[in-house]
Structure formats: C-alpha cells, structure tokens
C-alpha cells in the first residue's frame, strides 16, 4: 500500500518536472530568469532599490512626464508675442517664424527619432531632452536680465534720472508741436537670431520629450493593453490643461510691466511691454526640475517576453487586409506540413529529454537568443534599424487606414496650425478686449473642455473594443466639429474708422498739417468724443497728465482729453460667443484623442508603433 502510493507521488512529480521542462523548452538557459525585471531607479551606478519598489510604476512616470509637458507648453510665445514685438521691434513677418522655426526642429527630427530611439533608454532620453529644453527656454530671459528693457516714464521723474527729457516723458513726442523729429527705431537682430534658435531647438526636444517616446515606454511595460485608455487619460488631462492653466498664469505676466517697475501706463498702451521674460525663466526651470526624476526610471518594468505575450493579446477585431489574409494561409499551410521523421537530425546545442511516461528520451535542441548589451549585436542592430528604415516607410504605408489618418490629420493641422499662432491676438483685435482678458477667458473655458473631452474621450475608448468602432468615433466627432466652423463667419466685429490713417478705413484729421504729424510714430488712441485717432498728435494734443493727454484741440468735446488704446466696441458679446464655440468644437475634437491614440498604436506592425506615432506626428506639424 505505502508502495503503491509512492510510486504515484513519484510519478506524479516526475510528471510536473517533465511538464515545466517542456514549457520552457524553446527557451535560452539562461533566459529562464528574464521575467526578474531590474527596478532599481538611479543614474549609472548610482541605483538604489528602495525607490523602485514604491515608485517605479507607470502612475508614477505618467504624471511625472504629464507635469514636464505641462510646464514646457505652458511656454506660450503667443500670448507675449505682442510684447516681444514691441520690446525688440519685430514685426509681424518675422514674429511668425518663431513658430516656423518650432514646427522645422520637430520635422526634422520626429521621423528619425521614431524609427531609432525605440533601441534606446526611454526614460533617460526622456528626461534629458526635457533638462536641455528647460534649459534653453530660459536663454531668451538672460536678454532681459543682461540689458534690462525699461518701459517709458510719463511723468517728471525722467529729469531726476537724468534722461535728459522733460516733465512729460515719453509723451512728448507726441505732441503737436510742428517739429520734423523722427524717432527711428530698428529691430534687434540678435534677439530675433537667438529667440529663432532657441524655439528651433525647442522643436527638435519636442520630438524626445513629449512625443511619441512616452506614449510606446506606457505601451510596452503596460500587460494590460485594456487600461491604456486610463493612462491615456492621465497624460491628456496633465498635457492638455497646459494651453488653459498656461494662459491663466500668462494672462497674469500680460500686467506686470517687463522690468518690474510700478507704472502709469496702461496694458492697452501700444508702449507697454508685458514681462514675457519671466515665463521662459519659471516656466524652463520647471521643465528642467521635473524632468530629471524621469532619468532615474528603470528601463523596462516587465521582462521582454511579458511585453511580447501582452502584445500578442492585443489584438483588435478587424477585418484582415490582404497581407494578413495571405500571412494567416501560410501559417496554417507550414502547421500541416508533415515531418519527414520523428526524430530529424539536430545541428548544433541541444538537452537531453523524457518524454512524459518515462518511456522514450530525446534531444531537444537549444534557441540561442543574441544578447542585446553584446558590442558586436549592438553594432549590427544599428545597422539592421538603417535598412529597416524603408521597410518600415513601406509596412506602415501598406496598411489603409494609417493612410487615411495621415491624410486626415495632414488637412486639418495646415489651417489650425497657422489659425493657433495669431488665435490670440485676433481675438484681441478683432474685438477689442485686452490680451489679459483674451487669456483668462479661453483659458477657463479651455481647461473645462479639455476635461469633459478627455473624460468622455476615454469613456467612449473603454466602450469600444473594435477598430472600426474607433474610426466611427472619428468620423462622428469630425463632423459635430465642423458644423460649427461657418459660424465664425457671422461673429465678426466691424473695424472702427481711425482718424489719421490713410487707407480703406482712415478718416483724414484735420491737425495733420497744422502739427506736423507724418514724422510721429503711431499711438492709436481713443478721444474723448469716442473718436480714435492715429497719434495724440492728430487730435492735436498739446500737453499730457501721466498717462492721459489734455488740451487735444482736434477733439470738438469740452474735456479734449484722449487715452492710448483703441475706444470701446459693441462687440464683447460676439467675443463672448466665439469663445464659448470654439470651446465647444475643442471639447468636441478632443473626445477622439484617445480612440484615435489607441487605433494608432494597434493597426500597425507592433514593432513600428514607435515610428507611425512619429510618422503620424510628422503629418500633424508640416
């Protein structure tokens, strides 16, 4: 009896022994190990395991590389562009390549980036490409603090300065005074060089910092491809609330004067510069510090077979093209093709086996996997990933629907990408409003849409678990949003005429010969009689009290008094509309963000995510 019962023990363990021999029988000696993952965080040799234990998650690096993204855009040259101008003398023409040059570093780099950083250390790249974009951010603030730029005095305390002007200030050139002075005033070249280089780089970071890199670290090390859409959700509402939370802090910078001096002129003066310096400094430095814990991430949180089985599993239903139609026969054909023997020849390494009922022994021959830290196999995966290059242009080019997204988003960034540079300004101009108030309103209204989208973006994404569903969600959000495009044309503000000004909209002024005013730079400014004139010295002003000019004998009113800015419109409720709509169509776009991420990530060839989410990125900048 007690015979009988080892004798089964024993067979029963032999036969686990001989079942866990075979389930890692295609696997390397030493590869047995390979789901032990090294988590320990740190830089070099520096490592600690402490860390890693409680840290080392892909929450944790999700709002880490969120918060970096968040400061780098909250950089937002646009909502100081106006003052840039004014403080450097840049006109408009070349103010618009600040965004060129951006767009030009990150199409220079995305595609490249894409295709070889996959080999690299993610989370290292990551964070020294946001270190070195903190860092050269905060460069075009070293002009300001190098050679202040101070802004105009209006009163007296010019003399006691020794500026050599009297007690009116900067006003006086204004004035009517018959004279012939010209105050010539060419723009800063160099400013202009390094502010141009500067977002240049600034492109080029974009393409390791907070492109594709984050997204394909979460996708590898994610087992559970179902939850993507959560940490999707997590980056786009951290990132996407950087454009709102931006111009609420930027909308504050647009008051404060740029060299920190309490003054009497108002941010609507065409004189006034705004400090924009201190956004690229805080702004650069946040980038830099938040950056650096993303270095000291381990490079891979599950093993690489773990990776491989997750995507596998990952597999949306769909409708196979021909390619896999014909990739699917062959497999079948090659599982039914008969082997010539039991037992075939074996060339090269091999184990000695049992079969299960301990009744025939065998050898199994061994896979060897080349080691990806060797020097020879690193030199060959450099040059396998450069022939790669066109057959990874060709593979991701051969699948329709990437096409189609890549026609999409072409069309659709070549008019928002250059609508988004001057968005602000024309909403400044076109209704009248401050920049201040521009800012603070859109970004309110940005930050609830961009919530709602995300919300319901990642709502729809979880509901959905096919790739034509995806596309559906495309499609239908697409069309919401373009219903409301014709309605920009009916919420328009009509130009008021500007007495002085020659052209459609100018009214000649009477005082323009009697002062003198064709060598007076402009000031546009709002009379008393709810005129605007081209410069004080068209309402013939004579004399100025801080920041208000008096004695304006052009101006049939009894105050002849007139302040620099434009006079007010009828217009803030169609500025009030077309924020509130343009909100909505951003709240509407956005709840395909995340359906749109995730069809990216799974109608390609898993080993080229990296570069279609570079490719596709590239579309979107040209």
């Known amino acids: 009896m007690n015979l009988r019962h080892k004798s089964r023990v024993t067979t029963r363990g032999f036969t686990r022994a001989t079942r866990l021999m075979e389930s890692n029988a295609d696997k390397h000696p030493c590869d047995l190990d390979d789901d032990k993952v090294d988590l320990s965080c740190g830089v070099w040799k520096f490592r600690t395991n402490v860390l890693g234990t409680k840290f080392a998650n892909l929450y944790t690096f999700t709002v880490l590389v969120g918060i970096s993204m968040l400061f780098t855009q909250m950089v937002?040259?646009?909502?100081?562009?106006?003052?840039?101008?004014?403080?450097?003398?840049?006109?408009?023409?070349?103010?618009?390549?600040?965004d060129t040059a951006s767009k030009a570093g990150h199409l220079t780099t995305i595609l490249l980036a894409g295709h070889f950083a996959k080999r690299v250390h993610i989370p290292v790249v990551i964070g020294l490409a946001g270190m070195f974009q903190g860092t050269i951010l905060m460069i075009p603030a070293f002009m300001q603090i190098a050679n202040p730029y101070t802004l105009p005095l209006l009163t007296g305390s010019d003399s006691a300065n020794g500026s050599g002007k009297n007690s009116h200030g900067d006003n006086e050139q204004y004035f009517c005074r018959n004279n012939d002075t010209f105050y010539n005033e060419t723009y800063n070249q160099m400013a202009f060089i390094v502010i141009l280089l500067v977002q240049g780089a600034k492109g080029v970071t974009d393409a390791f910092h907070s492109g594709f890199l984050p997204t394909l670290y979460v996708d590898d090390n994610m087992l559970d491809k179902s939850k993507m859409g959560i940490f999707f959700g997590i980056k786009y509402i951290i990132g996407e609330l950087a454009s709102p939370v931006g111009k609420q802090l930027n909308a504050i910078l647009t008051e404060v004067p740029t060299d920190l001096k309490k003054t009497e002129m108002d941010p609507k003066d065409q004189r006034f510069v705004a400090a924009w310096w201190l956004a690229f400094l805080l702004f650069g430095a946040a980038t830099a510090f938040f950056s650096f814990p993303i270095i000291l991430f381990p490079r891979y949180l599950v093993s690489r077979r773990q990776q491989e089985a997750a995507l596998q599993r990952a597999m949306v239903s769909f409708t196979p093209d021909d390619d896999e139609k014909k990739t699917i026969t062959e497999k079948i054909k090659v599982n039914f093709t008969p082997r010539s023997s039991l037992f075939p020849p074996i060339n090269g390494l091999s184990e000695r086996k049992v079969s299960i009922d301990g009744s025939m022994a065998f050898n199994q021959p061994i896979k060897i996997k080349p080691r990806p830290n060797g020097g020879a196999t690193s030199q060959t995966s450099a040059t396998e990933l450069i022939k790669d290059f066109p057959k990874a242009l060709v593979r991701v080019f051969k699948r329709p629907v990437f096409l189609l997204m890549l026609v999409d988003i072409a069309i659709v960034s070549i008019p928002t990408q250059g609508i988004s540079v001057f968005r602000s300004i024309y909403m400044s101009s076109e209704y009248n409003v401050s920049m201040t108030e521009v800012a603070t309103l859109t970004g309110v209204t940005g930050a609830v849409s961009h919530v709602i989208a995300t919300l319901s973006s990642g709502w729809l994404a979880s509901r959905v678990k096919s790739k034509v569903?995806?596309?559906?969600?495309?499609?239908?959000?697409?069309?919401?949003?373009?219903?409301?495009?014709?309605?920009?044309?009916?919420?328009?503000?009509?130009?008021?005429?500007?007495?002085?000004?020659?052209?459609?909209?100018?009214?000649?002024?009477?005082?323009?010969?009697?002062?003198?005013?064709?060598?007076?730079?402009?000031?546009i400014s709002c009379g008393s009689d709810g005129r605007n004139y081209l410069t004080p010295c068209h309402a013939g002003c004579e004399s100025s009290i801080g920041k208000t000019f008096v004695n304006c004998t052009g101006i049939a009113d009894a105050a002849m008094t007139l302040v620099p800015g434009?006079?007010?419109?009828?217009?803030?409720r169609n500025f009030y509309l077309y924020v509130a709509l343009h909100a909505i169509q951003g709240m509407i776009s956005g709840m395909a963000n995340i359906p749109r991420r995730l069809l990216l990530l799974r109608i390609v060839d898993p080993r080229d995510r990296a570069f279609a989410t570079s490719l596709f990125a590239f579309f979107g900048t040209i």
């Open 469 to 523: 569903g995806y596309m559906w969600i495309i499609f239908v959000t697409y069309l919401a949003a373009i219903c409301i495009t014709p309605m920009w044309i009916i919420l328009g503000c009509d130009n008021q005429p500007v007495y002085g000004h020659e052209g459609r909209f100018g009214i000649p002024a009477n005082m323009t010969e009697a002062c003198g005013c064709d060598a007076v730079k402009q000031l």
């Open 76 to 98: 937002q040259s646009v909502i100081h562009l106006t003052s840039i101008e004014r403080q450097f003398k840049i006109d408009n023409a070349r103010a618009g390549l600040f």
């Open 566 to 572: 434009l006079c007010p419109t009828p217009c803030k």
